[in-house]
């Protein structure tokens, strides 16, 4: 039912479509994301109205982040250094059938960007001087550096690439090597610059590190996967690994040249820092329908879309799994040059009839539907706010709040079960210290026990994993995260996680695993963050990659995770070392 809904939404609007927006990077294509981060950090605002579109918000159109790489390279190219020359040259490469449209322009009044796209967009961009071009393999494969297969007609234009992730390399005091082996194709394409499309199909086997088996086998789900069978492989020493086929898509439409709608199959993430309290991209795809509006100052996100209840392990062959569904909206507003204010609004709701048509509504309190239908469903509501400060730094953060009780918070304050909420607060910092290409990263997380949990399904997750943080609830975290690129083809990468979290067992429920009803809590008063079995782990990660040529690259990386608990079973230390190829994906990270 919620499939046949959202298909005839989108095809009831598809007459008026018209090109505005167009299709999205995904979301965890981070190089372009930061790429453009770092530029918004060292340059900023000037000379250009600032864009509506959000850069916390991912994915975001590809036109848009083109028009946005543009107008700093026009405007300050003569200040780039090196490295952000290449990068921007890259970022061009593997967007080139945008690059017919203009930087963005003194004032939105007279902005030339806003304009109908003619039906030979994708020869306009072709012919751009930033096109670049080669004689093609065979005279028809690698025609510009980083696709495949490239077309450009006067009515359609489509983009193909392999993609490959090949890593081996061993781990400290583990029967087990570790391994990943990713193959797939990912192809996108637009039609008479009205209609956009995206395909991506993976095929997985992994050798996992011993946590992620542990969290594998605790909750019966895989981050990034769905549907996962046992893998072995006598040639790289794997006995208990994972192996999933996954893939993600969308059909994409330009309703108005400021509205757009996707219906695809894919994940979000909401949020400026390393992590996301509001949603993440760290479980499973999900089937879903997102409408964004981008006018003046505002970008106004609705998402609507079906969630997986339980794990996939602990179903039977051939039954279906247990469904619910999540409708969500983001309201993001620039305030001047240097502010940006979020508001974020969410519900799960479990229903064995489908989809509740009362949320559907993109503009109305969530709450309130949920108050009129019987307040059955799980509503949670958060904020987010990003400042821009001088000397390249920004500063952001993020607010969640699922339940509350006013006097328990602020005046008795007696650890109430139901104080649910959370909150983060990071900078970051470009060219630190006067380091060209040293980017720095902070950041604190802490989430309350019992926070996105719910007395029945209706809790904050898909597939048993959270739809946020990866910790779930009842944790503090600290992050420090270093980027440095001393050469235009070398990235090096590093973070550094301190966590203290309390854990819970199967018989005593302390708030962090949000698969448990909170009516099976052990107490109402004198929570606090932590409880349970306490553990504290301190999980480094270090990466160094190498472009041999566009989009392939060699990687070698080093982890190092050491987990101490109360309960002496629960103690775990993790030394992984592996090296590897990655051509056209991003890397997989189990950075938790």
Do not use: C
């Not at 399904?457 to 975290?477: D, I, Q, V, W």
């Amino acid at each position: 039912m919620f499939h046949r809904l959202l298909l005839a939404i989108l095809l009831f609007a598809l007459p008026e479509v018209l090109p505005a927006q167009g299709s999205p990077l995904p979301t965890d294509e981070l190089d372009g994301y930061d790429l453009l981060r770092r530029l918004t950090l060292r340059y900023g605002y000037s000379g250009f109205e600032r864009p509506a579109t959000d850069l916390s918000l991912r994915p975001t159109g590809r036109g848009g982040l083109v028009r946005l790489a543009k107008t700093y390279r026009e405007l300050h190219a003569a200040g780039l250094s090196k490295v952000d020359r290449y990068r921007l040259e890259r970022f061009f490469a593997d967007n080139n059938e945008w690059l017919a449209l203009p930087p963005f322009a003194e004032s939105a009044d007279n902005d030339p960007g806003a304009f109908w796209l003619g039906d030979d967009f994708a020869l306009q961009s072709a012919a751009s001087p930033l096109h670049e071009k080669r004689a093609p393999i065979a005279n028809l494969f690698y025609p510009t550096p980083a696709h495949f297969l490239e077309v450009n007609r006067p009515d359609f234009y489509l983009r193909l690439n392999p993609i490959i992730d090949l890593r081996y390399g061993k781990q400290q005091n583990d029967s087990e090597d570790a391994f990943f082996n990713r193959r797939g194709v990912k192809l996108r394409a637009g039609i008479d610059d009205r209609i956009f499309l995206n395909f991506e199909i993976l095929e997985t086997q992994v050798g996992l590190p011993d946590y992620v088996r542990a969290y594998r086998d605790r909750f019966g789900s895989l981050p990034g996967a769905g549907f996962i069978k046992a893998y072995s492989l006598d040639l790289v020493n794997v006995r208990r690994g994972a192996d999933y086929l996954n893939g993600q898509g969308y059909l994409s439409a330009d309703l108005t040249k400021h509205v757009g709608a996707r219906l695809g199959y894919g994940r979000h993430f909401i949020g400026d820092g390393e992590r996301s309290l509001l949603l993440s991209d760290f479980s499973n795809n999900y089937p879903y329908l997102e409408l964004n509006w981008r006018i003046w100052k505002f970008h106004y996100r609705n998402l609507f879309a079906e969630l997986t209840s339980g794990p996939q392990m602990t179903v039977p062959s051939g039954q279906p799994l247990s469904k619910k569904y999540l409708a969500s909206h983001h309201l993001s507003i620039n305030l001047g040059k240097r502010f940006t204010f979020g508001l974020f609004e969410a519900v799960v709701m479990n229903r064995e009839n489908g989809f509740d048509l009362a949320y559907l509504n993109p503009i109305i309190l969530y709450r309130t539907i949920e108050q009129s239908v019987g307040s059955p469903d799980n509503a949670i509501v958060g904020a987010t706010a990003r400042y821009r400060a001088p000397f390249r730094v920004e500063i952001y953060g993020q607010f969640v709040l699922d339940e509350f009780k006013f006097d328990e918070l602020f005046i008795e304050r007696r650890g109430w079960w139901a104080n649910k909420f959370g909150y983060q607060l990071g900078a970051r910092y470009a060219d630190a210290f006067g380091v060209d290409q040293l980017d720095v990263v902070v950041e604190r997380n802490l989430v309350r026990p019992y926070t996105y949990t719910h007395r029945d399904l209706s809790n904050y997750t898909h597939f048993a994993m959270p739809l946020a943080h990866p910790l779930g609830a009842n944790f503090k975290e600290n992050l420090l995260g270093i980027d440095y690129r001393p050469l235009p083809r070398l990235h090096l990468r590093s973070r550094l996680y301190l966590i203290d979290q309390g854990e819970g067992t199967a018989e005593r429920v302390v708030g962090e695993n949000l698969n448990q009803p909170h009516i099976l809590r052990e107490m109402d008063f004198g929570n606090e963050t932590g409880q349970g079995l306490n553990y504290t782990n301190t999980l480094l990660s270090v990466t160094a990659s190498y472009e041999l040529k566009p989009n392939l690259w060699l990687e070698g990386m080093y982890l190092r995770r050491n987990k101490d608990s109360v309960a002496a079973n629960r103690n775990l230390e993790t030394t992984v070392v592996n090296l590897g190829v990655r051509w056209n994906t991003p890397r997989q990270r189990y950075e938790f």
